[in-house]
Nanobody, 112 residues
Framework: QVQLVESGGGLVQPGGSLRLSCAAS?????MGWYRQAPGKQRELVAT???????HSADSVKDRFTISRDNTKNTVYLQMNSLKPEDTAVYYC?????????WGQGTQVTVSS
C-alpha cells in the first residue's frame, strides 16, 4: 500500500506560479502528476523516476518542472507562467508493482 498526501494548490492569476508537493509513505521508483479539468479526461502532466529521468506533456514542457527529494519520498511540481487552461484538479500518482496509486487531488485555479 502507498499513501500520497498532496499540498500546494490554490488560486493564482494568469502568469503566476505555484508549487505542488506530494509526500509518499514509501520510496517509489516512478511518481508523477496528472490533472483533470471539468468535463475532460485525466491527463498526464509530468513523471519522474527515482533516478531523475523526467517526462512532461508538451503543453507544459517549457513552464512546469517536476523534481523529487528521495530522502523525503516527495515529488514536486513547480508551475510557472500559469494559464487559465491549466485550471484543474491535480493528482499525484505513484506506480508500484504495476499498481497505480493516487492522491486525493488538489485544486489549481488560474483566474484574474
Amino acid at each position: 500500500q502507498v499513501q500520497l498526501v498532496e499540498s500546494g494548490g490554490g488560486l493564482v492569476q494568469p502568469g503566476g506560479s505555484l508549487r505542488l508537493s506530494c509526500a509518499a509513505s514509501r520510496n517509489i521508483f516512478s511518481m508523477g502528476w496528472y490533472r483533470q479539468a471539468p468535463g475532460k479526461q485525466r491527463e498526464l502532466v509530468a513523471t519522474i523516476t527515482s533516478g531523475g529521468t523526467t517526462h512532461s506533456a508538451d503543453s507544459v514542457k517549457d513552464r512546469f518542472t517536476i523534481s523529487r527529494d528521495n530522502t523525503k519520498n516527495t515529488v514536486y511540481l513547480q508551475m510557472n507562467s500559469l494559464k487559465p487552461e491549466d485550471t484543474a484538479v491535480y493528482y499525484c500518482n505513484a506506480v508500484l508493482m504495476f499498481t497505480n496509486y493516487w492522491g486525493q487531488g488538489t485544486q489549481v485555479t488560474v483566474s484574474s
